[in-house]
């Protein structure tokens, strides 16, 4: 998880951030429960994150569900 945490990143983050603090604020939660691979898609349409702690995954998206529009998704292989 690390390295693929490590090799996650997205120039617009920084200016997307500024223009709708939401995003940090939603990074900056799912990184606070403990989830190391967190990033925003394109220039800001969706964050996500990944883990294969599928009980973490469940715990957040009902924490988050009332406050944001939250989907678990599964990776295809």
């Not at 403990?34 to 990033?39: E, N, P, Q």
């Not at 394109?42 to 702690?53: E, H, I, M, Y």
């Amino acid at each position: 998880d690390d390295l693929l945490a490590s090799s996650i990143g997205n120039s617009f983050l920084e200016a997307a951030s500024e223009m709708v603090p939401e995003i940090k604020e939603i990074i900056g939660f799912l990184q606070g429960k403990g989830l190391k691979i967190v990033s925003m898609s394109g220039s800001g349409s969706t964050v996500f994150a990944l883990s294969q702690d599928k009980g973490l995954l469940k715990q957040i998206l009902r924490e988050v569900e009332d406050k944001w529009n939250a989907e678990l998704t599964k990776v295809l292989k």
